[in-house]
C-alpha cells in the first residue's frame, strides 16, 4: 500500500501535468487565434489597398476626360445668350431680343429669324442653328433694301422695329422673284405668276369661318365695299355667292393650323393671308384684335381686306408704302382706298 505521502506527491504531480496541457492548449489556442486576426488583417489590408488603386485610376480617368472636354469646350465657337429668346412668343415678339446682333456671332434664337426670312421668300433653306452666316447677312441686306432701310446686314434698331411689324403672310420674293425690286423698276404694282383667265372676269365670292369673331353681316358689308373698289379699277365684277354654293373665292376666321399648311402664329404677328388665281382662300387670323372703326390697339378689318383681295386677283406686294399693296400693317390705321400704284398694277396684268 501506497504510504500517504507518495499519494499526496501523485496527485500533486497530476495537478501539475494537468496545468501544464491546459496552459499548452490555451497557448495554441491562442496562436490560431492571433493568426486567425492577422489573416483577417492582412485581407482587410489586402482590400483597402485594392480600392485606393482603383480610386487613383478613377483619379487619372476624371482629370483626362475633364482635359478633353475643356479642350472640346475651348475649341466650340462662343454661343451668345440673347436677351430673352424664349421660342414661344406670340407673333414677332422673338425679334426684338435680336437687336444689336451681326455677322459671326451665334445667337440663341436665330434659327427663329431664319425661319421666318424664308417664310417671307429671303431664305431657301431650313437651318436650326443659331450661327449668324453669310446666308443670313445676304437675306437681311435684302430685306433691308426692299423696306428702304440702310443695308448694313446688321439686325440694327430700325431693321428689327420693321420686321416686328404686323404684315400679310405671302411672302415677299415668289419662285425667286423679287416683287418689291421690280416695283422699283417697273413703277407699278407687283405681278404674281397666277392670274385668272381674260374669260373670267365675274367672281363670286362666299364666307366658311372655323372662328367667330366679327357678325356675318358685318363681315359681308366689309366685304362688300372692299370688292366694290377692286372693281371700280378693275375689269372684274364681283358678287355674293348664294348659301351652299361653290363660290371662286372663300373668306372666314381661322387660328393657328387651319387646314391650308400656312399656320396662323397669334396676335400682332401675321394678320392674314390669301391664295390667288385660281383657288380663291382669302383668311383673317381669329387670333389679332380686329375691328371696323380700330383703336390704337386693333386691326382695320377693311384695310386688311383691301390687300388681301389684291392677292386673290394675282397682285404681289408692292415697295410702296402707300399702296394698298405694301405688306405691312400698323395698328389704329385705316387704309382702305386705292393707290396709283395698286390701280397701275392691276390694269398692267390684265392688259
Known amino acids: 500500500m501506497m504510504s500517504a505521502g507518495w499519494k499526496m506527491m501523485s496527485a500533486a504531480h497530476v495537478s501539475r501535468e494537468g496545468v501544464r496541457r491546459t496552459a499548452r492548449r490555451t497557448k495554441g489556442q491562442s496562436g490560431r487565434r492571433v493568426k486567425a486576426r492577422v489573416s483577417v488583417a492582412t485581407e482587410a489590408e489586402t482590400r483597402r489597398a485594392k480600392r485606393r488603386r482603383v480610386r487613383a ?42 437687336e444689336g446682333y451681326h455677322k459671326e456671332q451665334t445667337v ?10 424664308q417664310k417671307f421668300g429671303y431664305l431657301n433653306y431650313v437651318d436650326e442653328d443659331d450661327e449668324f452666316d453669310d446666308l443670313l447677312e445676304s437675306a437681311v441686306k435684302m430685306y433691308q433694301e426692299n423696306y428702304h432701310l440702310k443695308v448694313t446686314g446688321s439686325l440694327d434698331f430700325e431693321t428689327v422695329k420693321e420686321m416686328m411689324l404686323p404684315r400679310c403672310g405671302v411672302p415677299d420674293i415668289i419662285n425667286g422673284t423679287n416683287q418689291l425690286m421690280s416695283h422699283t423698276k417697273m413703277k407699278h404694282g407687283h405681278l404674281v405668276s397666277q392670274k385668272w383667265p381674260l374669260s373670267k372676269t365675274h367672281l363670286t365670292y362666299g364666307f366658311n369661318s372655323s ?90 378689318l377693311e384695310s386688311v381686306a383691301m390687300h388681301e383681295i389684291g392677292h386673290l386677283l394675282g397682285l404681289g406686294h408692292s415697295g410702296d408704302k402707300d399702296a394698298i399693296m405694301y405688306a405691312k400693317f400698323s395698328y389704329g390705321i385705316i387704309k382702305r382706298d386705292l393707290d396709283h400704284d395698286d390701280m397701275e398694277g392691276i390694269q398692267v396684268l390684265y392688259s
Open 211 to 300: 372662328a367667330l369673331v366679327v357678325g356675318e353681316q358685318v363681315l359681308r358689308s366689309v366685304s362688300s365695299r372692299a370688292f366694290k373698289r377692286w372693281q371700280d379699277a378693275s375689269h372684274f365684277t364681283f358678287e355674293e355667292a348664294p348659301q351652299g354654293s361653290n363660290p371662286d373665292i372663300m373668306i372666314g376666321f381661322h387660328r393657328g393650323h387651319h387646314g391650308d399648311g400656312t399656320p396662323f402664329d397669334g396676335p400682332t404677328g401675321i394678320l392674314a393671308h390669301a391664295v390667288g388665281p385660281t383657288i380663291g382662300w382669302l383668311h383673317y387670323d381669329a387670333d389679332e384684335n380686329w375691328s371696323t372703326n380700330p383703336s390704337m390697339d386693333e386691326v382695320d
Open 57 to 98: 485610376r478613377e483619379r487619372v480617368s476624371g482629370d483626362g476626360l475633364g482635359a478633353i472636354l475643356v479642350l472640346v469646350t475651348l475649341m466650340k465657337p462662343p454661343t451668345v445668350q440673347s436677351k430673352d429668346s424664349s421660342p414661344n412668343q406670340q407673333g414677332f415678339n422673338f425679334l426684338h431680343h435680336l
Open 108 to 117: 440663341r434664337g436665330l434659327n427663329q429669324l431664319k425661319l421666318y426670312l
